[in-house]
């Protein structure tokens, strides 16, 4: 059986992600910062017949990455690594708007880059010993269009008027990770990926996912999750080092 750890997999796209590859008959790795909310999903899909095992695990803690990894290479090894987990702190008081860039304090840009961007790679790191082992695996860096140089310097896309720093920054950091990765990758199985899923209604973009469901442009975590999924059932002879979004390859 083919297994999967995903980072911040307790709720939203993580955890839609989870049930999809669950129903691949993936085992799941159902990573969580939370003991308890990750206990609580992964029973959640449990009870629907899905093979889950719930994974603590804090992306900004070294100590945490290792020992989940560990676990993992321990217990039948990992054939897909999913970087889901990530944060929007722009530094503003709940409720408020984002502050823009001159005025992000540099301890919020810290937060966001230790769970965007060195989350995402120290997990790389510490389970690509087993990735390697496995027949064919897969790295999938969930990121946003708002890391896109291509769309953040098109003056007609929409997206521009979010300019929030920490995040956009992060994300694109994370896109040339996911590039030099699969530089890196190239001459073996491993296909290494990012993904900007859409907007989703989740708990990231500010108002509560309850909130943002059925909000026109908003999409829901299901529907975000099948790009992630096909990306980690990429077939041996597709693409590497590549940004996808719902229409297709997107700009880097």
């Given at each position: 059986?083919?297994?999967?750890?995903?980072?911040?997999?307790?709720?939203?796209?993580?955890?839609?992600?989870?049930?999809?590859?669950?129903?691949?008959?993936?085992?799941?790795?159902?990573?969580?910062?939370?003991?308890?909310?990750?206990?609580?999903?992964?029973?959640?899909?449990?009870?629907?017949?899905?093979?889950?095992?719930?994974?603590?695990l804090d992306v900004t803690d070294e100590a945490s990455?290792?020992?989940?990894?560990?676990?993992?290479?321990?217990?039948?090894?990992?054939?897909?690594?999913?970087?889901?987990?990530?944060?929007?702190?722009?530094?503003a008081p709940a409720g408020q708007p984002a502050r823009?860039?001159?005025?992000?304090?540099?301890?919020?840009?810290?937060?966001?880059?230790?769970?965007?961007?060195?989350?995402?790679?120290?997990?790389?790191?510490?389970?690509?010993?087993?990735?390697?082992?496995?027949?064919?695996?897969?790295?999938?860096?969930?990121?946003?269009?708002?890391?896109?140089?291509?769309?953040?310097?098109?003056?007609?896309?929409?997206?521009?008027?979010?300019?929030?720093?920490?995040?956009?920054?992060?994300?694109?950091?994370?896109?040339?990770?996911?590039?030099?990765?699969?530089?890196?990758?190239?001459?073996?199985?491993?296909?290494?990926?990012?993904?900007?899923?859409?907007?989703?209604?989740?708990?990231?973009?500010?108002?509560?996912?309850?909130?943002?469901?059925?909000?026109?442009?908003?999409?829901?975590?299901?529907?975000?999750?099948?790009?992630?999924?096909?990306?980690?059932?990429?077939p041996d002879d597709g693409p590497s080092g590549k940004?996808?979004?719902?229409?297709?390859?997107?700009?880097?």
């Amino acid at each position: 059986m083919p297994s999967v750890l995903i980072s911040g997999a307790n709720k939203g796209l993580g955890l839609a992600v989870a049930r999809l590859l669950g129903r691949e008959g993936f085992r799941i790795w159902l990573g969580s910062r939370s003991v308890a909310t990750g206990a609580v999903a992964a029973a959640r899909l449990r009870a629907e017949g899905l093979d889950v095992v719930s994974l603590p695990l804090d992306v900004t803690d070294e100590a945490s990455i290792a020992a989940a990894a560990d676990r993992v290479e321990a217990e039948g090894g990992l054939d897909v690594l999913i970087n889901n987990a990530a944060i929007m702190d722009e530094g503003a008081p709940a409720g408020q708007p984002a502050r823009p860039p001159s005025a992000v304090p540099l301890d919020a840009l810290q937060r966001s880059y230790a769970t965007n961007l060195f989350g995402p790679i120290r997990l790389i790191q510490a389970t690509l010993p087993a990735l390697l082992r496995a027949p064919n695996g897969r790295i999938i860096n969930v990121s946003s269009r708002l890391g896109s140089f291509g769309h953040q310097t098109d003056p007609d896309w929409p997206g521009r008027t979010v300019n929030k720093l920490g995040y956009s920054s992060s994300k694109a950091a994370l896109n040339m990770a996911t590039v030099l990765f699969a530089y890196e990758l190239r001459h073996t199985p491993i296909k290494v990926n990012a993904v900007s899923p859409g907007i989703i209604a989740t708990d990231l973009n500010g108002e509560g996912a309850d909130a943002l469901r059925g909000r026109p442009g908003f999409e829901t975590p299901e529907e975000g999750a099948r790009l992630v999924v096909a990306c980690a059932l990429i077939p041996d002879d597709g693409p590497s080092g590549k940004l996808f979004g719902p229409g297709g390859e997107l700009p880097w």
